[in-house]
T-cell receptor
């Protein structure tokens, strides 16, 4: 069966510090991978998605970047965090096309 | 552009009462629709999906949703809710490898 791992579960970082959130998927190959941010009252905002290694599509211009160094690894990064980067970050994978996505447990990021 | 609108941010209801969570979508192409549920501080779990075929889809825990193309809606219903149904519910649509979500509806079930 397929599983998705996302870590850490919670993170408190000072303004201006770097960020690296990692997500890995097991039990499938060539998945679509997604990063979402959830803020109160705004639902889930799609940040990045990837259909293959090294292929990243950015949905919202911002202070974040994503990379996919391996088939089942998706990394969300920032060089300098802003207060507005606080939120609940969710990684997800899908089989591509118009199928559903499966989510990790999320990372609660607080920038102080 | 494709979008999803959830008309109610919060829906309070008493236990054993029926509930409807509304979802409307906008799209110029064929889409596939989903409902997800999120419990506090957790990821999202797929509740049900409409890909094709019968416009009425059901989940294993009593929820159902009906795809209505003419009204561009995909409302979620349950005839009798339980305390354990208290959660955030998200409607989503999928097109060309993207999955986009509405802003969510918080269902609060009271005893």
């Amino acid at each position: 069966s397929q599983t998705i791992h996302q870590w850490p579960a919670t993170l408190v970082q000072p303004v201006g510090s770097p960020l690296s959130l990692e997500c890995t998927v097991e039990g499938t190959s060539n998945p679509n991978l997604y990063w979402y941010r959830q803020a109160a009252g705004r639902g889930l905002q799609l940040l990045f998605y990837s259909v293959g290694i090294g292929q990243i599509s950015s949905e919202v211009p911002q202070n974040l970047s994503a990379s996919r160094p391996q088939d089942r690894q998706f990394i969300l990064s920032s060089k300098k965090l802003l207060l507005s980067d606080s939120g609940f970050y969710l990684c997800a994978w899908g089989r591509g096309g118009n199928t559903e996505a499966f989510f990790g447990q999320g990372t609660r990021l607080t920038v102080v | 552009a494709q979008s999803v609108t959830q008309l109610d941010s919060q829906v309070p209801v008493f236990e054993e009462a029926p509930v409807e969570l509304r979802c409307n979508y906008s799209s110029s192409v064929s889409v596939y629709l989903f409902w997800y549920v999120q419990y506090p501080n957790q990821g999202l779990q797929l509740l049900l999906k409409y890909l094709s075929g019968s416009t009425l889809v059901e989940s294993i825990n009593g929820f159902e949703a009906e795809f209505n193309k003419s009204q561009t809606s995909f409302h979620l219903r349950k005839p009798s809710v339980h305390i354990s149904d208290t959660a955030e519910y998200f409607c989503a649509l999928s097109y060309t490898d993207k999955l986009i979500f509405g802003t969510g509806t918080r269902l609060q079930v009271f005893p």
